[in-house]
């Protein structure tokens, strides 16, 4: 990192540290990136990749040693990090990468209790979920659906992500925003849970444990639940492209749904999508830190991210583009985008993170007995009794999750 002298002389110089989600070889295309703006700046950069990415970042604030810089996936959890005081507000030149609905404000109280609205972090890399993928040749059969809830230290995820994209296509966006943002209880939440029981045991199947195993490793060096050979439809966001050829495609998931989506006041609702996204957040404030989100943000550095990364790993960025031409699946996908009537963030993404992981354990606990209502009795009454205790602590300070998709030409 540079920072200016004192007395107009050289700066001072030293590693800037980047801790992101990307390990064990998929961040190769993002560290060329980095050395890429390294040639441009001449300041240095650190990529430190983790898959514990939460518990590596606490554990660093609470030594007093966090990052320059950090890339998270949950809005959630920067708005924690933003109350404590542990994040950097986006300083004025580099406000306007705060991409909605990835970036909303957040209002925070400073050390004189007054309260201020900011943005603290920006999008960098962006994925459509609220989709189903399948092969050209079963994409109209009857689902066999693949089931993979397992992910290391957040396994649950892919589960949450059934019941809010089911919430977001039966309920409309502003239901869903008022659920996610604590406003609306659980119980309110039980048909979606029914629908998604009855999404798992369509045709007679039967609970399997195997769907506890990882939502993408097959064994070895096999990858993707399609490859399996025991089912036809996958429900996922647009990078598990990267495990599939041109064979396999993605369609919205209201497509797939044993009936249509229930009309929605707002037309938009209509063709509605949720979306995840990688944020960079400033921990440790310098004018280097602020170039850096600047330039990651920048046309410059997304071109040269895309060239880096393998055709099925290209990366989308706000707008739904991806800079660098992509096989057929990645076109389907900017297409989708592209025709969006709203996009929501991830709803577990956006929860305070003690609620967003008692949802992760909820839909474990429940895909093992789908079909027990007394288990779904107690799993809403635990996930509502945590909402009001986190209603209690004013941990929900995120409003605004959906919004009309600004699409890039």
């Not at 898959?51 to 040693?65: D, F, K, N, P, W």
């Not at 249509?260 to 938009?268: F, I, L, R, V």
Request: proline letters at 7%; hydrophobic letters at 40%; charged letters at 30%.
């Amino acid at each position: 990192m540079a920072t200016a002298g004192c007395g107009g002389g050289p700066p001072e110089e030293r590693t800037l540290v980047v801790l992101g989600p990307w390990a064990d070889g998929e961040e190769k295309p993002f560290v060329e990136a980095l050395r890429s703006i390294e040639k441009q700046t001449g300041h240095r950069y650190v990529y430190k990749g983790t898959r514990s990415l939460r518990e590596t970042l606490v554990a660093q604030l609470q030594a007093g040693a966090p990052p320059d810089m950090a890339i998270l996936n949950s809005p959630g959890e920067l708005a924690e990090y933003a109350r404590a005081g542990d994040l950097r507000p986006l300083p004025e030149r580099v406000a306007g990468a705060a991409v909605t609905p990835w970036a909303p404000a957040v209002t925070v109280e400073d050390a004189a209790g007054e309260a201020r609205t900011r943005a603290y972090w920006a999008p960098i890399r962006v994925d459509l979920k609220s989709l189903v993928w399948s092969r050209n040749e079963a994409a109209d059969s009857a689902p066999v659906w693949c089931v993979g809830l397992g992910s290391g230290a957040t396994s649950g995820w892919p589960g949450t992500d059934w019941i809010e994209d089911l919430m977001l296509q039966r309920e409309g966006s502003a239901e869903y925003e008022e659920w996610a943002t604590g406003r609306k209880p659980w119980e309110e939440t039980r048909p979606v849970w029914e629908e998604w029981a009855r999404i798992l045991t369509a045709g007679g199947r039967a609970p399997d444990a195997r769907w506890l195993n990882d939502f993408e490793k097959l064994g070895g060096d096999r990858y993707g639940l399609l490859n399996r050979g025991d089912c036809t439809h996958e429900h996922q966001g647009s990078f598990i492209r990267r495990h599939y050829g041109d064979d396999v495609r993605p369609r919205p998931t209201a497509d797939h749904l044993d009936r249509p989506p229930a009309a929605k006041e707002d037309e938009d609702d209509e063709n509605a999508f949720e979306v995840s996204g990688d944020m960079a957040a400033v921990f440790r404030s310098s004018a280097a830190a602020w170039d850096l989100l600047d330039r990651l943000t920048s046309k410059k550095a997304r071109d040269s991210w895309a060239a880096e990364a393998m055709p099925g790993e290209r990366p989308f960025f706000p707008g739904g583009t991806t800079a660098a031409t992509g096989p057929s699946a990645t076109k389907d996908v900017q297409e989708l985008f592209r025709s969006a009537g709203r996009i929501c963030f991830d709803a577990s993404d956006a929860m305070p993170p003690t609620l967003r992981d008692a949802f992760y354990r909820a839909v474990l606990e429940f895909a093992v007995r789908p079909d027990d209502p007394a288990l779904l009795d107690r799993l809403l009454k635990q996930l509502e009794a945590e909402r009001l205790l986190q209603d209690k602590e004013k941990a929900f300070v995120l409003d605004d999750l959906c919004g009309t998709p600004a699409v890039a030409g």
